[in-house]
């Protein structure tokens, strides 16, 4: 079958129209799609995110970091430098790349393809040459497009996420070390203490003026104290281990300084009057739930659009013979017959996914709503707890040790009374440590509970059921 002039040129006008729309979507963004996840990081936790590509941009980091450690390195300057420094925080970026990629890759138009034969028959010889284009591909191709778009978006939103999730994790590190150093050196004053108390103890029972009794219940104390100094070493060395893994250090960096103390506790607590309806409108990783779902009602829409014609092709002939004077040129159009396969495997497989999706989101709400309800009051709680040990047990203790100094000047009270009420003190200056530190875990577990939690799975039955379509389209 010949094609006329008019036809022919109005078949390549269409192609080359359609190549051209399409190639237009075809470029990288400048930022690589990290612009969003600074503005949401910035907006946060006021502090800068930072993806190093180049040699360039890694040295700047690495120096950021270093004036950071030259000095005590307070919760936000963990921070920042967990941003810049975090390697697999950083590797997480990668996904921005995989993504966008996907999109450019998806917005290409399809290259054509070439056909060349030569057969002999007898004295004769057939040349056939052709250029095949994939129709089916084109026509689909935005679709596709749009489903890779909607993918891009999710990941930025997750990697934002992502970001948030290690500077929050940071902060907690951050307030559990210096609450780990502080409570070692409260120890360390309970083992002195007893230790002298010990060391009386003993000589007390030598001289006969104290009872063996006595003098195992001073060893007992000093045994407790080694034990608790043990306790708090170990601890210390886990939550700093724990913070330098956060902050992406080794070597000689790991001899990072930190405050002596953590922040003192704030006035009055932060108030949240709609925070069920701020968490689920803020949330990144509801945000990125209803993305996904919204991707795979359109991608259901694809999977219909493809369910018959599977395969369709489009070329271009051209037959020449070494014995004609002329060539022969025409068209041919490969379409797949739906005689055993009419697509409703693939339908049915989007729409299960689609369902899958819009029940994943509800419930992800739900928990969503009750996690901040529990992030909101654990961290009331943990603010009353601390005044009331800043208010009331502290203070008391004081009055009580003032009182027995009092007593023991007159020669009221033995010095192991003395020496057990100052224990006594410092076992409560050190809950009003743990319970500070509770507080600050508390008050950043409620500002992650606002913001999402990074246990969302980028879109893989989207991609899937998209990959089934793009790649039934392309046989």
């Not at 990629?101 to 054509?112: E, I």
């Not at 170990?234 to 281990?241: G, K, M, S, V």
């Not at 654990?378 to 008391?396: A, F, K, M, N, Q």
């Not at 606002?450 to 990959?467: C, D, E, Q, Y």
């Amino acid at each position: 079958m010949t094609l006329s002039t008019n036809h022919k040129r109005s078949a390549w006008v269409v192609l080359v129209v359609s190549s051209l729309g399409l190639s237009g979507c075809a470029s990288f963004s400048p930022d690589g799609g990290f612009g969003e996840v600074q503005q949401l990081t910035k907006a946060h936790t006021g502090l800068d995110a930072r993806w190093n590509k180049t040699e360039a941009e890694t040295s700047e980091a690495q120096q950021r970091v270093a004036d950071s450690l030259a000095k005590p390195l307070s919760v936000d300057d963990a921070v920042q430098v967990a941003l810049l420094n975090n390697r697999g925080l950083q590797a997480s970026y990668g996904e921005l790349g995989i993504s966008e990629a996907d999109l450019v890759q998806a917005s290409r138009v399809p290259n054509p393809g070439l056909s060349f034969g030569r057969l002999k028959r007898g004295g004769d010889t057939e040349i056939d040459r052709g250029v095949h284009f994939d129709l089916a591909r084109l026509l689909v191709a935005p679709l596709v497009s749009g489903i890779e778009t909607r993918r891009f978006e999710q990941s930025r939103r997750l990697a934002a996420l992502n970001t948030l999730s290690v500077a929050s994790e940071t902060r907690k590190a951050w307030f559990m070390a210096v609450a780990a150093d502080e409570s070692l050196s409260y120890m360390q004053e309970v083992l002195k203490s007893a230790d002298a108390g010990e060391e009386l103890a003993a000589k007390l029972a030598q001289a006969g003026n104290w009872s063996r009794l006595e003098h195992a219940r001073e060893q007992g104390f000093y045994a407790d104290a080694a034990l608790n100094v043990a306790r708090a070493t170990q601890a210390r060395t886990t939550a700093r281990e724990r913070l330098t893994r956060l902050l992406g250090l080794w070597g000689t960096q790991t001899q990072f300084v930190l405050p002596e103390r953590l922040p003192e506790l704030p006035k009055s607590p932060d108030q949240f009057p709609d925070i069920e309806q701020q968490a689920v409108g803020q949330r990144l990783d509801l945000q990125a739930l209803r993305a996904q779902t919204q991707g795979l009602a359109k991608n259901l829409g694809l999977s219909k659009v493809t369910r018959v014609v599977n395969v369709l092709e489009v070329g271009v002939a051209r037959n020449s013979y070494r014995d004609a004077p002329t060539s022969e040129h025409g068209y041919d159009i490969s379409l797949e017959i739906p005689l055993f396969d009419w697509g409703g495997a693939r339908v049915a497989k989007a729409e299960a996914i689609y369902m899958q999706s819009v029940n994943q989101l509800a419930q992800a709400a739900i928990e969503a709503r009750s996690e901040v309800r529990e992030a909101y009051q654990g961290y009331r709680t943990s603010h009353d707890i601390v005044r009331h040990y800043r208010d009331e047990i502290v203070p008391l203790r004081k009055r009580i040790s003032d009182e027995n100094q009092l007593r023991y000047n007159g020669m009221f009270i033995s010095v192991f009374d003395l020496l057990a009420d100052a224990r006594a003190q410092i076992t409560a200056v050190n809950g009003y440590i743990e319970s500070l530190r509770d507080f600050w875990l508390a008050q950043s577990d409620l500002q992650m509970a606002l913001i999402g939690k990074p246990a969302v799975t980028p879109m893989s039955g989207m991609a899937s059921t998209a990959g089934t379509s793009e790649s039934s389209a392309t046989h």
